[in-house]
């Protein structure tokens, strides 16, 4: 069987229906038939079934984007861009069933998944924008030549997806991979397949033609990694963990397939003596606390001068007090559960190895009065812990931070950069001089200044070292899907047969 239309939630009874994968512009069951559960972390229990895809699913959805990939190129840039900004405007349509979808399965906060969702046009306008406008350049050469360069899409793009930030990410690098011509195939995470497939019904209803936009939904290890490993596949976007990265690029080099690698962090919040102390505690608490710290630039490890630690923690803890953790569809929650049983298995874990480590400071437990159920979690914070420690050195992916008190410029860079990981920083201060001299030392693919991580279309992200390679978003985001094809032409209309590049005799 196939249809044109995918999932239908039932908002009260918190369960949805219908998710098939979408091949060639069809939403149909897995090949084998096989299924698994998607649970909603505020309860434990399932909202739906979802298609468990395997090889032979992958296949046919690389076997439909390559067969459409050269029309598609050439499809005019002002076409396809007229394609996205029709997928905006669905999407403004339909955001409220998105956002209740995102919230139900990744576990955000109603509210926020609300805001997340409304921000999904400006990533889908931008790239619109930018289709007919990004291009090569034209190179001096020797001669009467004119030599020029051309971008051209990859083909066939792969993108897999984590469970953070399910339809953001998605659409993050989805959207410039369709405005620079390629075709796309994507594998989202298996705990929060169900908004991929909401968009897969906006995409076809936008009028993308067939087998332009696939989603393939399933485990990593099988439909993951078979997506990986697909010798059509000519770019891959994947983010999530850097253990999973460093699989996906060995399954991407059998094909040398170009790879953009989006991976973890552990982020420093970094705090002047002469900051604003509420500003920076508000910015400590973003950091580590969004997205109950399922984020990857997730400030995780506190820097704060020994001169102000004190009273900072004062703050923080009084700030913690009032942080309301709950069930993300009750009203004023700020903090949802974590996505899955083994997210929070993990992280529990990690607070046992704090303890051993270093002095719980606040948290720690379960909140009280969390429904029963669901995956819930205090907001945590160490002290008294050194650099080495586990907790301070590894990606927890929870609401857990550890703080380290410092006194020199020297001192916080060395600690700050002793890390495999180079995602992102944030610094709070006012003497602008410092913040910037610091900034300009530390080994991270973003700073912010006085500001909290938000994530917008215009401004590169991606890290250094083990936290990635290439960039989402900005015009950097550009290199990530195109390829350089070079154009020499001859303008004396003959060959000057028997001449070198210098116009010497071979
Ligand atoms: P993960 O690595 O477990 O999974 C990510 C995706 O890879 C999922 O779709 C999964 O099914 C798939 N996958 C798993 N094994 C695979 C394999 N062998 N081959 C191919 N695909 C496979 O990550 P996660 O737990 O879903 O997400 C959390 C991680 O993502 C954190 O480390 C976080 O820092 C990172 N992240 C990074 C960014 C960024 O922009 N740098 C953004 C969000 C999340």
New binding site residues.
Partial sequence: MSVTQSLTLDPDARTAENAMIFVDGAFVAAASGGTFPTVDPNTGKTIAQVPRADGTDVDRAVAAAKRVAVEWQFTDAIARAGLLRALAAKVTEHADELARLEALDSGHYLAKAQELVGAIPLWLDYWASLADKVGGRTIEVPGNKLSFTVLEPLGVTAH??????PLL?LVRSCAPALALGNTCVV?????TSLSALKFAELVSEAGFPDGVFNVVT????E???S??AHPDVAGIT????????K??TK?AADHIAQVNL????KSPTIVFPDADLDDAVEAAVQGFCSHTG?????GTRLFVHADIRDEFLGKLTARLDSTQVGDGFADGTQMGPLVSQK?YDRVRSYIETGKTEGTLHYGGGRPAGAPDGGYFIEPTVFVDVGHDARIARE?I?GPVASVHSWSTEDELVEAVNDSIYG?FAVLLGRDITRLLSTARRLQVGGVMINDWFGELPMTP???HKQ??TGR?EGLEAVHGYTQVKHVTVNLDGSLRAGTDWAGAPL
């Fill in positions: 897999i997806v984590p469970w953070n930030y990410i594998k989202p995470a298996e705990d399933g485990y990593g290890t439909a993951g990694a997506l990986a994947f983010t999530g963990s850097t253990e999973t990265g699989a996906v399954l989006e991976l973890g962090g399922q984020v990857c630039v997730a997210q990606e992916f995602l992200h991606g890290g936290s990635g989402e």
